[in-house]
C-alpha cells in the first residue's frame, strides 16, 4: 500500500512533534504537558479522517477516544495506545535531552519513542492510510488512548467499569510491547500483574544524631533493610508466605515453545549491561521473567544522601516497592500476604505500614483467538518471518480490566525491540519498525474485515 | 564575677549574630557563609581583647586563631571549637527557621545553638570577662576554632601534624559536649571515634525496567540490603569478622559510676520520641551507646523517590554509613575489616566499592589528670553539684589529634543538654547554661591558673 511508503517523512515529522512534549503523568509540575498530548492526539485523529475524535474528561487525566463505525457487519476492534511517559532522570545519562528528538543510526531517541508514542502512532497511522486512500476502513475501529498509564492512574479503568455503549468492541489491539528480537515478528500472550506500593517505617519521632544514640536507637533504614531481605533471599526467592501457591506455571507446550526462541543468556547480560543473572534458583530466564512473581524495591527515601557526611539516624524511611504478579495469582490476596509479612518480619523499635498506589491484574490469552491468528499472519507477512507467541514480564493492566469489564480478549502486537531502554535513559524506537509496525496493522485491519 | 552577669544581654546578641550565619561545611554553596563566621570569630576575639586574632588559611576553611601569653610559668591552655554547623534539613520539622534563632522558654533554637556556636562562644566571653576587668588572664591561652568538624576536612588536623610551636599547650579545653542531666555538671572522658564512608554498588549500566528484567537482574538496593542486614545482624551484633576483638571494656569502676548516673529507660526513650530500645543484647544502654562500637546506615541514593510510581531497577546506588570505634579499636584496622567484610558478603549480579569521606579515632582521658580535677571543682562550683564523669558516644576526632601530635590531654566541659537535638530539627541551648558555662571556664581558667 503505497501511501505508508509516500508518507513516511510526515509520519515521522508527527511522531517528533509528539516526542516533543513532556508529557510525564507521575510529575504534577506535567499536568499542562499531559494535556497539550492529549489535544495533540486529537488534532492527529481529525487529520486521519476521524471527525469523531474528542477528549473524554474524568476524575485524572483526559482520555483520547475517536471512532469510525462504517462497516456495518465487520468486526469492531478497540485500539488502546497511551501518550504518558516515564520520568526522564537520571538526567546526566541521555546522549540528547529525553525530550528533544534525535535520529542516530535509524533510532529515534526520546523519553516515549517507544513506550508508547510511537507505538500509540502507529496506530493512527494504519487507520490514517486507508481513510485517506479508500475514504474507508475494512472493520469498525475506535480508539481510546488514556495519558496515566505510567502512573497507575485509574481514570480509563473507571470508565471502561462503566461499559459505555461506545466501547463495546469485538477484540483490542495494543502496540505497547516489544518484538522478542529483531525482525523477529511477536505476538504477547502473557502479562505480569503489578502491586505498587510504599513501605513507610518510623523509628524515633526526630532524626537522631548517630554519635549520642547509634547502639540504642532504631534505624528505618537498617528496618527497611531487614524487611527487604526477609521477604527475599539472597537467592531470590521470595519468602511471602502463601504468595506463590495461585501461581499457574506455564505449559509443556509453552515452555517448548520458549526453548525454541533465540536467547543466550550472553546477550541478555548484554543487553541489560550487567554481569551476573541472578534471580530463582532452579527456572530459566523466561520463567523467572515471564511466569515467576517478583518483590523489587525502586528506591529508598529518608536520612542523609547529599555531598558529603551527614551522621543522622533518620527519623522515618520510605522505600517504594513493587511485586510482579502472574496468572492466577490475585491481586487482594497479594496485598494482603505483603502486609501481614511485613507485619510478621518488622524489627523491634519501629512500625512499618504499607500503602498501594497501584494495581493491575496478570492476564494471559488464548493464543487460538480468531484475533491472535490474525494478527498473527499480518505480522509474518509484513515481516517475512514465522511470528512467535512470548509473554512480558512487563504490566499492562488494561487487558485486564478489557477482559474483565468488555468481555473482549486483546491483541498485543508490539514493535519495540529488547535494547530499546524503556523507562531508562536513552530510551528509543527502531524507525524501521515504526514503519513496518504501521503496514503490519494495516495488513490485521484487512485481515480481519475479510 | 559580676561582669559575666552585668553583660548577659550582649553576650546573647552576640549569640544570636553568629546563629543568623549558615556557615554549613558539608554543602559548598555556602562558603561564603563559613568565611563569614569565621570572620566574625576574630572580630569578638578583638573585642574581647585579643589583638592578635587572626584566620589561618590552608586546604580547606580558615582556622581562627588567637593567644594571650601574658601569664609566664603559668600553664598554658589550648582553647578549641567549631564556628560550621550541620545541615539543616528536613527544614519542614523546624519550629522556626534554623538560621533565625528564637527563644522559648529561656532555650535559644537554631542550627548550631549547642553545637557548637553557643559552646565556642563560652570560652570566648569567659576570657573575654578577665581581660575587660582586669586587663589579664590567670593562665595563658590559646584559641583554635575551626569550620571543618562537621564535615570531617582535614585542615586543622593536617595544621595540628605540624606541630607549629604557637601550638605548644599544656592541655586543651573542648566546650562540644552535653551534661547528663540538667543542672548536673559533667565531664566527658570518652569519645567513640568514626569511620565515615559511601557504599557505592553497582549492578546494570543503565537503569532497568522492573517489568521486563525483574526476576533476572540485580538491584543494587536490594543488594545495599543485602549487605548492611549481613554485617549487622537483626539484634544489633555487628558481625563484621574481628572488628570487635580490640575492644577495651569499661573498668568495674567506670561500670560502678554510670550505674549510680540518674538514668531511666524511659525517660530516654522519651527524649529520643522511640517507642523501644534497639542495641546488642547482654550491654547497659551505656555500654552500647559509649563502650560499643555501631554501623549506621545514614540514607540510601539511586532509584526512584519521587511522588508516584517508577518501575525502574537502578543501574546504581550509594548508601551513607558510618562505624562509631571505641577504645582500643584502630581505624586502618577497622576499615579492612569492613571494607573485606563488604566484598565477602556482596551478593552476586552487583559490585561493591568502599569509598572512606572521613575518620577520627576514638578517646580515653585519665581523670585523675590535674587539669581534669580542675575543671571538676570549677563545675561543682558553678552548678553547686558534685561533678560526674561520663563517656560521650559521639565522635571529636580533633581529641585524638590533639593527643597524638601535642602530646596534650583534652578537657571536656559540655554545656549542652541531652534533648538539645544535636543533627535534627529544632536544635537549641539552654541559656541558662549558656551563662552559667561562661562562668564555670572563668572558674577553672582562675584555678589552673592557681
Redesign the interface.
Known amino acids: 500500500m503505497n501511501y505508508y511508503e509516500q508518507n513516511r517523512t510526515s509520519f515521522l515529522e508527527g511522531l517528533k512533534t509528539f516526542l516533543r512534549i513532556p508529557s510525564i503523568s507521575?510529575?504534577?509540575e506535567h499536568k499542562p504537558d499531559i494535556r497539550r498530548a492529549a489535544e495533540f492526539l486529537v488534532q492527529e485523529l481529525r487529520s486521519a479522517g476521524l471527525a469523531s475524535a474528542e477528549l473524554i474528561e474524568g476524575p485524572g487525566n483526559p482520555l483520547v477516544y475517536a471512532e469510525w463505525l462504517g462497516a456495518p457487519g465487520k468486526p469492531t476492534l478497540l485500539l488502546y495506545g497511551h501518550y504518558d511517559v516515564?520520568?526522564a532522570?537520571?538526567l546526566e545519562?541521555w546522549k540528547s535531552p529525553p525530550f528533544e528528538p534525535e535520529i542516530r543510526n535509524d533510532n529515534i531517541y526520546a523519553r516515549g519513542a517507544c513506550d508508547d508514542k510511537g507505538q500509540t502512532l502507529i496506530l493512527v497511522k494504519a487507520v490514517e492510510g486507508f481513510l485517506k486512500t479508500k475514504g474507508a476502513l475494512p472493520v469498525n475501529v475506535k480508539f481510546l488512548i488514556e495519558g496515566e498509564e505510567?502512573?497507575?492512574g485509574g481514570h480509563i479503568t473507571a470508565y471502561v467499569k462503566q461499559r459505555p455503549p461506545r466501547l463495546a468492541a469485538d477484540a483490542a489491539v495494543i502496540c505497547d510491547t516489544?518484538m522478542f528480537a529483531p525482525e523477529l515478528p511477536t505476538i504477547c500472550v502473557g502479562l505480569?500483574g503489578?502491586v505498587?506500593g510504599e513501605l513507610h517505617v518510623e523509628?524515633?519521632?526526630?532524626?537522631?544524631?548517630?554519635?549520642?544514640?547509634?547502639?540504642?536507637?532504631?534505624?528505618p533504614?537498617?528496618a527497611?533493610?531487614?524487611i527487604?531481605?526477609a521477604l527475599?533471599d539472597?537467592e531470590?526467592r521470595l519468602q511471602i508466605p502463601g504468595f506463590c501457591d495461585r501461581i499457574r506455571p506455564p505449559s509443556d507446550k509453552e515452555q517448548a515453545a520458549w526453548a525454541r526462541l533465540p536467547f543466550t543468556e550472553e546477550e541478555?547480560l548484554k543487553e541489560?549491561?550487567?554481569?551476573?543473572?541472578?534471580?530463582?534458583p532452579g527456572y530459566t530466564?523466561f520463567e523467572?521473567?515471564w511466569a515467576?512473581p517478583?518483590l523489587?524495591?525502586?528506591?529508598?527515601?529518608?536520612?542523609?544522601?547529599?555531598?558529603?557526611?551527614?551522621?543522622?539516624?533518620?527519623?522515618r524511611a520510605?522505600a517504594?516497592v513493587?511485586m510482579?504478579l502472574v496468572a492466577d495469582q490475585r491481586i487482594d490476596e497479594a496485598i494482603a500476604q505483603f502486609k501481614s509479612a511485613v507485619a510478621e518480619v518488622c524489627?523491634?523499635?519501629v512500625?512499618a505500614e504499607v500503602k498501594i498506589?497501584?494495581v493491575g491484574d496478570a492476564s494471559l490469552t488464548d493464543p487460538d483467538s480468531p484475533f491472535i491468528r490474525a494478527a498473527a499472519q499480518a505480522l509474518t507477512e509484513a515481516f517475512g518471518k514465522e511470528t512467535v507467541y512470548t509473554r512480558?514480564?512487563?504490566?499492562i493492566p488494561i487487558v485486564g480490566v478489557f477482559q474483565k469489564h468488555l468481555d473482549i480478549p486483546s491483541v498485543l502486537m508490539g514493535f519495540g525491540l529488547?535494547d530499546d531502554?524503556?523507562?531508562?535513559?536513552?530510551e528509543k524506537f527502531h524507525l524501521p519498525n515504526f514503519y513496518r509496525g504501521i503496514e503490519a496493522v494495516a495488513r490485521f485491519l484487512e485481515i480481519v474485515g475479510q
Open positions: 507521575t510529575l504534577p516515564q520520568p532522570d537520571p545519562e505510567e502512573s497507575g516489544e505480569r503489578i505498587y523509628g524515633a519521632s526526630h532524626d537522631l544524631h548517630s554519635g549520642v544514640y547509634g547502639g540504642a536507637a532504631p534505624n533504614i537498617q527497611i533493610a531487614e527487604l531481605t527475599k539472597r531470590g541478555y541489560m549491561g550487567a554481569r551476573e543473572l541472578v534471580g530463582e530466564v523467572r521473567t515467576r517478583t523489587e524495591v525502586h528506591g529508598i527515601r529518608g536520612g542523609f544522601t547529599g555531598e558529603g557526611a551527614k551522621t543522622v539516624i533518620p527519623a520510605v517504594k513493587s510482579r524489627p523491634k523499635g512500625s498506589l497501584h512480558s514480564g512487563g504490566s529488547p531502554n524503556l523507562h531508562a535513559p536513552n
